[in-house]
């Protein structure tokens, strides 16, 4: 059962420290999003990869967030430093571009849970 | 004002009743609509994918949507304790792009 995979899937933190998250995509394909929830303002895009290149980052803080594949089976998130702002649940999604239909569906992962003091 | 518009709810009915959940859009270029549900604690699960204007049925759920009227609704039948989640409406420019999504109705369905 092929699924994304999202580490740590629970982070508490203090403010200024860095946080990093990873992502497993599913094997095989390759666009890879970085999304996050919150209350207030719901799933917001952050950042996307297709074949390991970012397309859109413009969802991000860059003075503070980073996102990146080193390889295609992985995707990191960092907030440097964070802030009490960031708390939220981020998730990453994996999709295989181009499909057909239902094949352009993104996956989601589980979540990492980030609280930060 | 957000590019995808969703009643937050909580939607509360009984088992067995339909349940209708809508949104709006403002944005004349999105070409794929989706409908996810989450449960509590969970990631989104996509449920229905639709191109463009019409309905598209699969087993208790209905999805339509009306470009006209930048309209896009999903219709649970038969509604069972089980379902009882958020539900997402998303919406796609072009295939394989970013998703924008609503802020989620809550449902609850009562046995």
């Known amino acids: 059962d092929a699924r994304v995979t999202q580490t740590p899937r629970h982070k508490v933190t203090e403010m200024g420290q860095e946080v990093t998250m990873r992502c497993q995509p599913i094997?095989?394909?390759?666009?890879v999003f970085w999304y996050r929830q919150t209350m207030m303002q719901g799933l917001e895009l952050l950042a996307y990869?297709?074949?390991?290149?970012?397309?859109?980052d413009s969802g991000m803080p860059k003075d503070r967030f980073s996102a990146e594949m080193p390889d295609a089976t992985l995707a990191t998130l960092k907030i440097q430093p964070s802030e009490p702002r960031d708390s939220a649940v981020y998730f990453c999604?994996?999709?295989?571009?181009?499909?057909?239909?239902?094949?352009?569906?993104?996956?989601f992962g589980p979540g990492t849970r980030l609280t930060v003091l | 004002q957000k590019e995808v518009e969703q009643d937050p709810g909580p939607l509360s009915v009984p088992e067995g009743a339909i349940v209708s959940l809508n949104c709006t859009y403002s944005?004349?270029?999105?070409?794929?609509f989706m409908w996810y549900r989450q449960y509590s604690r969970k990631g989104p699960e996509l449920l229905m994918y639709?191109?463009?204007?019409g309905n598209k049925e699969d087993g208790r759920f209905t999805a339509q949507v009306d470009k006209s009227s930048k309209y896009i609704s999903l219709f649970i039948r038969d509604s069972q304790p089980s379902d009882s989640a958020t539900y997402l409406c998303?919406?796609?420019?072009?295939?394989?792009?970013?998703?924008?999504f609503g802020g989620g109705t809550r449902v609850l369905v009562k046995p």
């Open positions: 990869f297709r074949n390991r290149a970012p397309l859109d």
């Open positions: 639709t191109y463009s204007s």
């Open positions: 094997l095989g394909h390759n666009t």
């Open positions: 944005n004349s270029a999105f070409q794929y």
């Open positions: 998303a919406t796609q420019k072009a295939a394989g792009n970013k998703l924008t």
């Open positions: 999604a994996s999709g295989l571009v181009p499909g057909s239909g239902e094949t352009d569906t993104q996956y």
